[in-house]
């Protein structure tokens, strides 16, 4: 996982450069979490674990409605830049490091609901450690709990495997910011180069290398459902709102 640490250690204080309103988007997308949660029978008294919160994007704006947030990261920098935009926005929530692969070794309790948004699950390189995130995560439901993850829609990007994103540009007090991402493919892997581009009065660049594996909605199901899950779905952005397909299961 060290690639992954150093990745979004790298991003931690530019990441909510990849949005053009973080803030905004920070609520935006709580509301459709608290839509699906809402839908599956809980209320704001649920209590949360977001076991890849990065910046606490969702772990922010999900306390600010009033749930018991823990969020948790594998990255140091990102778990800090998370604690200062809790304090910024006036909201509690326990952080912790730790990898969703051993949740137990820092988590005794069970929560009503856990989270793993922005295509975090895509991190594990091979079946093995993906099913050793699956049972990890399910472990920390409780029974009946809820667990709800999004990733990129790799059913149809494995029948093309483009070699880049579409750009994002984003208008700045000084010019623009135009962020995307290259693909290099090997079978079902690839690797990834994050770049932003401010250009304002002067230009800057920052380039920052990931690796994913390229995880089909089939794959993903099969393993929630053989780990304790049940009544998987799949919900898409055409539905939610949220820009990637999201999976919900109910611990048995």
Same mark, same amino acid.
Request: aromatic share 10%; proline share 3%.
């Given at each position: =996982? %060290?690639?992954?640490?150093?990745?979004?250690?790298?991003?931690?204080?530019?990441?909510?450069?990849?949005? #053009?309103?973080? &803030?905004?988007?920070?609520?935006? &997308?709580?509301?459709?979490?608290?839509?699906?949660?809402?839908?599956?029978?809980?209320?704001? !008294? #649920?209590?949360?674990?977001?076991?890849?919160?990065?910046?606490?994007?969702?772990?922010? @704006?999900?306390?600010?409605?009033?749930?018991?947030?823990?969020?948790?990261?594998?990255? @140091? @920098?990102?778990?800090?830049?998370?604690?200062?935009? #809790?304090?910024?926005?006036?909201?509690?929530?326990?952080?912790?490091?730790? %990898?969703?692969?051993?949740?137990?070794?820092?988590?005794?309790?069970?929560?009503?609901?856990?989270?793993? =948004? %922005?295509?975090?699950?895509?991190? =594990?390189?091979?079946?093995?450690?993906? #099913?050793?995130?699956?049972?990890?995560?399910?472990?920390?439901?409780?029974?009946?709990?809820?667990?709800?993850? !999004?990733?990129?829609?790799?059913?149809?990007?494995?029948?093309?495997?483009?070699?880049?994103?579409?750009?994002?540009?984003?208008?700045?007090?000084?010019?623009?910011?135009?962020?995307? &991402?290259?693909?290099?493919?090997?079978?079902?892997?690839?690797?990834?180069?994050?770049?932003?581009?401010?250009?304002g009065k002067e230009l800057r660049a920052v380039r920052s290398a990931c690796e994913y594996r390229a995880v089909?909605?089939?794959?993903?199901?099969?393993?929630?459902?053989?780990?304790?899950?049940?009544?998987?779905?799949?919900?898409?952005?055409?539905?939610?709102?949220?820009?990637?397909?999201?999976?919900?299961?109910?611990?048995?």
């Amino acid at each position: =996982m %060290d690639i992954i640490q150093t990745f979004y250690d790298d991003l931690a204080s530019r990441y909510d450069q990849l949005f #053009a309103d973080w &803030q905004a988007a920070s609520k935006e &997308q709580a509301v459709i979490l608290d839509g699906i949660f809402r839908g599956s029978g809980f209320d704001r !008294s #649920a209590r949360v674990l977001d076991c890849a919160c990065g910046i606490g994007t969702q772990a922010i @704006g999900l306390a600010a409605l009033g749930y018991r947030v823990t969020a948790s990261d594998i990255s @140091g @920098g990102e778990l800090a830049e998370a604690g200062k935009r #809790a304090r910024e926005n006036g909201v509690r929530i326990r952080f912790e490091h730790a %990898d969703f692969r051993a949740l137990s070794e820092v988590f005794s309790e069970q929560f009503d609901i856990v989270i793993a =948004m %922005d295509n975090a699950l895509p991190h =594990m390189l091979t079946r093995e450690d993906l #099913a050793k995130a699956v049972g990890s995560i399910a472990a920390r439901l409780r029974p009946g709990g809820l667990f709800a993850a !999004s990733i990129r829609d790799y059913d149809a990007l494995l029948k093309t495997r483009p070699p880049y994103s579409p750009p994002y540009v984003h208008k700045t007090e000084q010019g623009q910011r135009v962020s995307f &991402q290259t693909w290099d493919w090997s079978g079902e892997n690839y690797k990834l180069i994050q770049y932003i581009l401010d250009d304002g009065k002067e230009l800057r660049a920052v380039r920052s290398a990931c690796e994913y594996r390229a995880v089909r909605r089939e794959e993903l199901t099969e393993l929630l459902l053989s780990n304790g899950c049940r009544e998987a779905v799949w919900i898409f952005p055409e539905d939610t709102g949220f820009y990637q397909p999201v999976v919900i299961v109910r611990k048995s």
